[in-house]
């Protein structure tokens, strides 16, 4: 059994949003992913069209890939590219069309809600809404929404509500945020093999320098990618911290950073098919803190399956990562 965790769709009102915004003053990070990755060329198109799919199309690829069962999401930037209004009214219809195809298809799909950060008192209360009516397991955040970051206190009501409500929060990349997104704009640094695991890894360390754990003890924030390069880092994280505690540069946490990337985060794989970095991960983490993704359509599925399949852990260990922690963790029946 293989559960994905980490597989993407779009609606077509938040498609045609984007086009929208692109054609206004977007961001600059943002432009340079609209060309690559909504243009015209065949390779946008196919994506596109499988980001819609959420029947039989989807069911198919899936079948001839070995997944047996998707955690589906918003993909990115999702409703973080709009203001709060346009953004919560997208996200409220985007989760009703994702329960439905999950209804449609409940053997095969589970979804996680999609919310506008940047209304939080209303994504808090949606968030109600898709675990209590529309039987999502979880949300997805695509990082910063238009470099506003979860930290920030006006953020406050929606992570509450996401650990009040024992809804996982998957903390997804975008392009780096309009604050320090200049140095990534050439030579394609913005994109995927580097700059979203810069802008997703530095959103999760302000979660975790910013006391937001400390808060909301209960909190638990997934991440894709290895852990965007945060579990190869923890030992020089801590050291630093207690520096700079000393030194009075940074606050006094309850705990030390790795005290709450190990307690509060999962991590999962989604087509970053390295031994070494698995590796890291089960050695910081452990085997029940890592999940298998597929990052459909972007990533080859059945590289991904063939890398893992092989992976240097037990038959029980692998069976963890494939499915078991899905299933604990989103709360699979
Ligand atoms: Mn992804």
Redesign the pocket.
């Known amino acids: 059994m293989r559960i994905a965790t980490?597989e993407?769709f779009v609606t077509p009102a938040i498609w045609e949003g984007w086009q929208r915004v692109l054609a206004g003053q977007p961001e600059p990070g943002f432009v340079k992913m609209g060309a690559s990755v909504f243009g015209d060329s065949p390779a946008a198109r196919d994506i596109k069209a499988r980001l819609l799919d959420l029947d039989d199309g989807r069911i198919a690829t899936m079948a001839g890939h070995g997944v047996d069962f998707q955690i589906i999401s918003m993909t990115?930037p999702g409703v973080q590219a709009f203001g709060p209004d346009e953004g919560h009214a997208l996200a409220c219809e985007s989760n009703d069309i994702l329960a439905e195809a999950v209804a449609r298809h409940p053997d095969k799909f589970a979804g996680l809600g999609t919310v506008a950060v940047n209304a939080a008192e209303r994504a808090a209360v949606e968030l109600q809404r898709c675990r209590d009516r529309l039987g999502l397991r979880g949300l997805i955040v695509n990082s910063h929404s238009s470099g506003l970051y979860l930290d920030d206190p006006s953020c406050a009501p929606l992570l509450e509500a996401a650990a009040d409500l024992d809804m996982p929060l998957y903390l997804?990349p975008r392009e780096p945020s309009p604050q320090m997104v200049d140095p990534f704009l050439d030579y394609g640094l913005y994109f995927a093999g580097w700059g979203f695991a810069v802008e997703c890894g530095t959103h999760a360390m302000r979660l975790i320098m910013s006391g937001v754990f400390d808060r909301f003890p209960k909190l638990r924030i997934i991440l894709?990618h290895m852990g965007e390069g945060i579990p190869f880092w923890l030992p020089r994280i801590d050291n630093r911290y207690l520096l700079q505690v000393k030194t009075g540069a940074v606050k006094k946490l309850e705990r030390l950073p790795s005290e709450y990337f190990l307690d509060n985060f999962i991590v999962t794989t989604?087509g970053h098919n390295s031994y070494p970095a698995l590796h890291v991960m089960i050695a910081e983490l452990g085997v029940a803190r890592i999940m298998f993704a597929g990052?459909y359509p972007?990533e080859s599925v059945p590289e991904s399956i063939a890398w893992l399949d092989k992976a240097p852990v037990s038959a029980e260990d692998l069976e963890k990562i494939y499915s078991g922690n899905a299933r604990r963790i989103f709360k699979l029946t």
């Open positions: 980490e993407a990115s997804h894709g989604s990052d972007y």
